[in-house]
């Protein structure tokens, strides 16, 4: 080997060391930012929560404070935000209907949903369960305005026709087109919880010559329970904040759908949701800045007021969600 | 190596995107120099908004007007905020919203009547009924109205294959044709609860179509196939009009409101002019052809 070759070599080696050891650097500092970064993802959720809440709150916050009467919001259903002689904020009307459509649309969904669920977990083919999945999720990626418009444009004649109500914009449109759009989110975790089910439990009730459905009943579903559970409460909230739809479908008219005489409880009765009313109000109400003496002009209290009902709907779906913490957190210790 | 060389690449792609991106604003800015007048508000007047911004593109191919709805609410707070040069109104501008204007730009707002409408009050087309005294409508409409029904009105809807209760048709509290309802039909009282709100003068004739026994209110100019005008009269036993250019000329039909405009201070420039072109005979002959009452039409 000649020495100009041995140079060569070393040179060789140098190099390499040196491109070795930018290598090592830039991995370091690249496995820092990665690190980094998905602390920061990570973080965001948390800081998106927050932050929102705190908007929410500063937003609404003027009309909590200056001379808020909570009988009248909660418990009038007198909605006058923009009235000439006397200003009203009452929401009892849309509790009451965002309320009637969240139970309309579980009376829907929920059987619905867990009816499929235990079919594409227990029931079906491989290849059919392949199908159906893809369709369910099919479901969920259809738009809320076109739900909406469904709603508007075949639910609308078809209940007119089919029950003689006058209007087929109603608690029974919107509860069904709801209900709708909440199966595939509840048809998803309800099907991983009953996958979750051991297979020791299924195999030892199949020893124990069970038939399918005293299968599906006495074992699956019971062990499920928490996971299924959850599953429904995740579409209640789904119910509670969903927007467009309810505003095409439900009528959109300040209306308790109670009254004394039977049944009571009137389906066919035009509502009016917390979100809808946000969504058909916010763009027009004006939000106005305190004078100098810190009270605010009459007319800024609409825009705060829709502030507070956005208040109402995070504690609504807050409660909901530690409520189904809670519940599979207590099944989990009792077992 | 390899890592360092897609590091570079990924740089290179993103500077030539940025390049490329700025290279495409570069091609749009002939059309930067264009005057672009903004323009939103008045649901009522949408359509006639946007068919006049579409007209004035062949007369000035070198201005563009841009055209949002929203309420009359909406386009006031607009041109509030600088938004727009141009607010439409099918109200007139409350006092307390002129403070308002003052108080954020400085400059007064001024008024522009632009055309006339016709709040025309729609029932089904197989609705007997066939005209209401103002009163009527009232009672139907406000809190304290005691008509629920139509055979309280002496209308036999039963027969035509309808449910006796008046499905009342409504809009959006900040809708600009709910606040004249309010203020010269309901004498400034509030709208009895359990309408249906519709978010659009378009929506409102929609479902009044669909629905045998509603009642409704909206421009004159959205009427369909499926609907009929009401006749109205201003009291109990005065003769009763139907909306149209000549009762509205005449000064017979009792819900005849002006069509505004507002801009902040005498307008100049492009917007003077685009103002002008609307009150000229080509710009009023839209006014006609969307179903509205030209300026000229109605004898001050």
């Known amino acids: 080997m000649s020495r100009s070759n041995q140079r060569s070599e070393d040179d060789k080696r140098r190099a390499r060391s040196l491109s070795t050891r930018v290598r090592s650097m830039l991995h370091l500092l690249s496995e820092r930012t990665i690190v980094s970064l998905i602390f920061i993802c990570g973080v965001s959720a948390v800081i998106f929560v927050f932050g929102i809440f705190f908007f929410v709150f500063r937003e609404g916050a003027p009309f909590l404070r200056h001379g808020f009467d909570a009988g009248g919001f909660f418990l009038s259903a007198d909605w006058f935000p923009t009235s000439v002689i006397n200003k009203r904020y009452g929401i009892l009307a849309q509790l009451a209907g965002t309320g009637t459509v969240t139970l309309v649309a579980m009376l829907v969904a929920v059987p619905f949903s867990l009816g499929t669920a235990v079919f594409i977990a227990e029931f079906c083919g491989r290849k059919t369960k392949e199908v159906l999945k893809i369709l369910v999720e099919f479901l969920a990626a259809i738009p809320s305005v076109v739900w909406g418009f469904i709603g508007l444009m075949v639910m609308n004649p078809l209940i007119v026709k089919l029950t003689g109500a006058p209007v087929g914009l109603n608690v029974l449109n919107a509860g069904i087109i709801v209900g709708l759009m909440s199966v595939p989110i509840i048809v998803t975790i309800a099907e991983d919880a009953i996958r979750a089910v051991p297979d020791a439990y299924i195999e030892a009730a199949e020893a124990l010559g069970a038939t399918r459905w005293q299968l599906v009943r006495k074992v699956v579903l019971p062990a499920a329970k928490s996971g299924l559970l959850a599953a429904v409460l995740l579409g209640v909230g789904r119910a509670v904040g969903e927007t467009m739809a309810v505003l095409m479908c439900t009528g959109h008219s300040i209306n308790i759908p109670f009254d004394g005489t039977p049944p009571y409880f009137h389906v066919l009765d035009s509502v009016r949701t917390l979100t809808a009313t946000i969504a058909a109000e916010m763009g027009e109400a004006p939000r106005l800045e305190a004078g100098p003496d810190g009270a605010y002009p009459v007319e800024a209290k ?14 609504i779906t807050f409660t909901i969600n530690v409520t ?12 | 190596m390899a890592k360092f060389a897609q590091w570079t690449v990924t740089c290179l792609t993103a500077v030539g995107l940025a390049a490329g991106l700025s290279g495409c604003r570069g091609k749009d800015a002939p059309q930067d120099t264009q005057i672009v007048i903004s323009n939103s508000g008045s649901d009522t007047m949408v359509n006639l908004a946007q068919m006049w911004a579409e007209d004035y593109r062949k007369v000035r191919p070198d201005v563009s007007v841009e055209v949002a709805g929203g309420g009359s609410g909406v386009g006031i707070r607009d041109l509030m905020q600088g938004i727009v040069g141009i607010a439409n109104a099918s109200r007139d501008m409350e006092e307390s919203e002129k403070q308002q204007v003052k108080q954020n730009t400085g400059k007064e707002p001024v008024e522009w009547i632009v055309g006339y409408d016709a709040l025309a009050v729609y029932v089904h087309k197989d609705n007997p009924v066939d005209s209401l005294t103002l ?13 629920e029904n139509w055979s309280q009105l002496g209308i036999d809807i039963v027969a035509a294959g309808g449910k006796d209760e008046i499905v009342r048709v409504s809009r959006q509290n900040s809708s600009g044709t709910y606040a004249y309802f309010r203020e010269v039909v309901l004498a400034k009282k509030d709208f009895k609860p359990g309408s249906r709100d519709m978010s659009g003068s378009k929506d409102v004739v929609e479902l009044v179509g669909k629905t045998l026994g509603a009642i409704g209110y909206s421009g004159m100019g959205y009427a369909t196939g499926a609907v009929k005008f009401v006749r109205l009269s201003a009291g109990e036993g005065k003769p009763a009009y139907a909306p149209s250019v000549e009762n509205v000329a005449a000064g017979t039909y009792p819900l005849a409101r002006s069509l505004l405009m507002y801009t902040l201070g005498e307008p100049e420039g492009a917007v003077k002019e685009y103002l002008e072109w609307i009150l000229s005979p080509a710009g009023q002959d839209i006014v006609t052809k969307s179903g509205y009452i030209p300026v000229s039409a109605v004898g001050k």
């Open chain 1, 302 to 315: 609409h825009y705060q007021a829709l502030f507070v009902i956005g208040i109402v709907l995070f504690v």
């Open chain 1, 324 to 335: 189904a913490d809670l519940i599979v957190k207590g099944i989990r210790k009792g077992k």
């Open chain 2, 135 to 147: 009163e009527q409508l009232a009672a139907i409409y406000a809190e304290d109205g005691t008509t």
